[in-house]
């Protein structure tokens, strides 16, 4: 039987000790690293039997390899606050791996912010970027910089000051930068503008989700919630269902979250919650478009607070310190932020009659909470998977900066959906067994993602 055809239980416990012993090889090479530990687990319980019975890929330490970042930038950011004292903070990008296409990733400010979770979110991105079938290589950045309560032009300091280092690493064939947690379009802008005017070089294509007047792509604010709406489309479709008429739970109430929630709604389902770090609304009428155009203008526009939504819309409960998972629904986008699903809340969610997850943000669910999903046939699509379809469009948007034309929505949003689709195809080719209906996607994905990376690492030789 091969790798692919066996369940995950059963594959995971005969290479027990070739994925144990190259787990401890992982943890004493990156003491303390958490988060990155856990997403080379859950990478290494497919890749490992995948590797021990596929010889090609075999040789030459290849999983010591791609596990090892290409390198590491990590440097002081100084800036002046607006009572004039001098603040430091510091600044990562992670060159993760650019086998197959200049480092791509976006850039996270937030004070949670550290090697580990910059070296997890980069593996990931390596995995995700070869699935969707453009060439881009992988890489994360950010700071533990908190955009929170600062004022406009204390952002426009911090971006300039991280820019000013940056700059000298990245590049459009080189390195892509885009938004991630606490990075949107106002950061973008600066960071962008910036770069041009140290380089005195208009080079769109050095980031990604940049502003439609200068070089960004529609449909890029969309994209990851679009993608991963399209995504669950596809996996409903594959057993015969559609997502019209279900109840679905979202968390977060950022980009991801925002347009998700905008698709559940154009194809039929209705979104229940949102939430922010303080806790989750509960709107048992479904949240329709005009109460998510004021979600989007409370965050993007006055950056307020997800409670604010229970004094415009009373019928709506505010939740403090909690998380939606109790809540009884058809499908859950988790779309906030690392590890917000664990054990408790996933038994929660099966209890709930939840019947598909899709890791709208990265690594949402721990590997305790991803494993009660499997143990109970929940339809579980990884984040490497489901989320890929933002930077799917911030590889058409670097596409369109080197023909130097935009394409229109329609078109950009047809080939987001064509990629989301052949993403959902290779989890099948990858994640089914033999005569099986069921799909494991994180198999799949794993799989998927890691063939095309793997053989382009192995014709470079030993580098
Ligand atoms: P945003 O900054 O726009 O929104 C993040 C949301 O998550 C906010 O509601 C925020 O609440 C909440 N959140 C962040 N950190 C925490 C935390 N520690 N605990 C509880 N809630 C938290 O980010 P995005 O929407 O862009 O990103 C969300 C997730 O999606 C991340 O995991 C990101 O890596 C992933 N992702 C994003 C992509 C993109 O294109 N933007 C692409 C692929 C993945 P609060 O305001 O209170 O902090």
Redesign the pocket.
């Known amino acids: 039987m091969s790798t692919v055809a066996m369940p995950a239980e059963e594959r995971r416990a005969k290479y027990a000790s070739q994925i144990d012993e190259f787990m401890d090889w992982v943890r004493d090479r990156n003491p303390g690293e958490a988060e990155f530990h856990q997403a080379v687990e859950e990478f290494a319980a497919d890749i490992v039997p995948y590797v021990a019975e596929n010889a090609r890929y075999s040789d030459h330490n290849l999983l010591q390899r791609i596990t090892e970042p290409d390198r590491v930038v990590i440097f002081r950011v100084c800036w002046e606050d607006d009572q004039g004292t001098a603040q430091v903070n510091r600044g990562y990008r992670v060159q993760f791996n650019n086998a197959i296409g200049p480092y791509k990733g976006?850039m996270?400010f937030?004070p949670?912010v550290n090697l580990s979770i910059l070296k997890f979110?980069g593996f990931e991105q390596i995995f995700k970027n070869s699935l969707t079938t453009l060439p881009m290589g992988g890489g994360k950045g950010g700071s533990n910089f908190d955009p929170?309560g600062k004022s406009d032009a204390e952002v426009m300091r911090f971006c300039q000051a991280l820019m000013s280092e940056l700059a000298r690493h990245i590049g459009n064939y080189r390195d892509v930068p885009?938004?991630?947690?606490?990075?949107?379009a106002r950061e973008v802008g600066y960071l962008f503008g910036q770069y041009k005017r140290i380089s005195a070089n208009f080079q769109a294509g050095v980031i990604t989700?940049k502003g439609l007047q200068y070089g960004g792509s529609l449909i890029r604010t969309e994209?990851?919630g679009y993608g991963c709406v399209y995504f669950v489309a596809e996996a409903l479709a594959y057993i015969g269902d559609e997502l019209a008429g279900k109840t679905c739970l979202v968390?977060?109430?950022?980009?991801?979250?925002q347009y998700t929630t905008e698709k559940v709604i154009d194809l039929g389902g209705k979104v229940v919650t949102l939430?922010?770090?303080?806790g989750y609304i509960y709107d048992p009428d479904g949240i329709d478009r005009e109460k998510l155009a004021y979600v989007i203008d409370l965050?993007t526009v006055r950056r307020g607070?997800?409670h604010e939504y229970v004094e415009k819309y009373p019928n709506a409960t505010f939740y403090p310190g909690e998380k939606p998972w109790g809540v009884p629904c058809d499908v859950a986008f988790p779309?906030?932020?690392?590890n917000?699903i664990d054990a408790d809340d996933a038994q929660k969610l099966v209890e709930g009659g939840c019947k598909v997850v899709a890791e709208?943000?990265?690594m949402?669910t721990t590997l305790e909470g991803a494993a009660i999903f499997q143990a109970n046939n929940v339809i579980f699509l990884p984040?490497k998977a489901a989320?890929a379809g933002?930077?799917a469009v911030s590889g058409l948007e670097m596409s369109q900066n080197s023909i130097r034309r935009p394409w229109s929505r329609e078109e950009v949003d047809r080939r987001l959906r064509d990629i989301m689709r052949n993403i959902h195809e290779q989890c099948v080719h990858y994640g089914s067994g033999d005569g099986s209906s069921s799909v494991d996607y994180v198999h799949g994905a794993n799989v998927g993602g890691f063939i095309k990376v793997a053989d382009a690492m192995l014709a470079y030789g030993i580098v």
């Open positions: 976006g996270r937030h949670s979110l929170k885009a938004g991630d947690i606490g990075v949107g989700g994209a990851t968390s977060g109430s950022g980009n991801v979250a939430s922010d770090s303080s965050k607070r997800i779309s906030a932020t690392q917000e709208g943000a990265n949402p984040a989320n933002g930077v």
